[in-house]
């Protein structure tokens, strides 16, 4: 079974930064893409970045720039660097499988807070 723990979030000035973790268990890297998603108050869940088997990474238009998604194979570890960030990256951020629709279960995911 797919056991996703995400960590790292936190409460954060307007400009400032945050480094997310996901340590993941049953999911082999070199076979699956991974992917941060988030969950803003009162909105739908919303892929912010991948990571595929192979290591390309692509990233929403609203994030590109500022957030950057690795991986730590040995680890099984999947990362978010976040800088610049602002109040509308406010939400709950959880790492899975991508895409989206072969989710089984989600983590607890971890509140991100933006702050002006």
């Known amino acids: 079974q797919v056991q996703l723990v995400e960590s790292g979030g936190g409460l954060v000035q307007t400009g400032g930064s945050l480094r997310l973790s996901c340590a993941v268990s049953?999911?082999?890297?070199?076979?699956?893409?991974m992917a941060w998603y988030r969950q803003a108050p009162g909105k739908q869940r919303e892929l912010v970045a991948v990571?595929?088997?192979?290591?390309?990474?692509n990233y929403a238009d609203f994030v590109k720039g500022r957030f950057t998604i690795s991986r730590d194979i040995a680890e099984n570890t999947v990362y978010l660097q976040m800088s610049k960030l602002e109040s509308e990256d406010t939400g709950v951020y959880y790492c899975?499988?991508?895409?989206?629709?072969?989710?089984?279960?989600w983590g607890q995911g971890t509140q991100v807070t933006v702050s002006s």
């Open positions: 899975n499988k991508f895409p989206q629709y072969i989710v089984a279960n």
């Open positions: 049953g999911v082999i890297f070199s076979i699956n893409d």
């Open positions: 990571i595929t088997r192979t290591g390309t990474t």
